[in-house]
Nanobody, 129 residues
Framework: QVQLVESGGGLVQAGVSLRLSCAAS????????YGWYRQRPGKERESVAA????????YYADSVKGRFIMSRDNAKNTVYLQMNSLSPEDTAVYYC??????????????????????WGQGTQVTVSS
């Protein structure tokens, strides 16, 4: 069993940075892959970033590439999403998700919501113009 708890969201002005954290419980942290998703107002949930279980591969949505950085700290059982140059279009609830299946998939695999076994409760990010 894995529990995920996101934190770091808030209300900020456009152009600033935020770092989201996702603390994971359970012994499978280092062997799991993780994803960050978001759901913007009135829109479907979308993939933002994903990191494979070894950490060597990180994938980003085109809309955040060059602005967001995903990372993991196995010693702290935490994954992060550093969000820079935020814009009002980034306003959303951000969710962290974990895949414990250890399947060696690529971007397409991690881009599917069905890949993930566990989800956090989400953290709200609101960016004002």
């Amino acid at each position: 069993q894995v529990q995920l708890v996101e934190s770091g969201g808030g209300l900020v002005q456009a152009g600033v940075s935020l770092r989201l954290s996702c603390a994971a419980s359970g012994r499978t942290f280092s062997s799991a892959g993780y994803g960050w998703y978001r759901q913007r107002p009135g829109k479907e949930r979308e993939s933002v970033a994903a990191i494979r279980r070894g950490g060597a591969y990180i994938y980003y949505a085109d809309s955040v590439k060059g602005r967001f950085i995903m990372s993991r700290d196995n010693a702290k059982n935490t994954v992060y999403l550093q969000m820079n140059s935020l814009s009002p279009e980034d306003t959303a609830v951000y969710y962290c998700a974990a895949d414990t299946d250890q399947y060696p998939g690529g971007r397409d695999y991690y881009w599917q919501g069905e890949t993930y076994d566990y989800w956090g409760q989400g953290t709200q990010v609101t960016v004002s113009s």
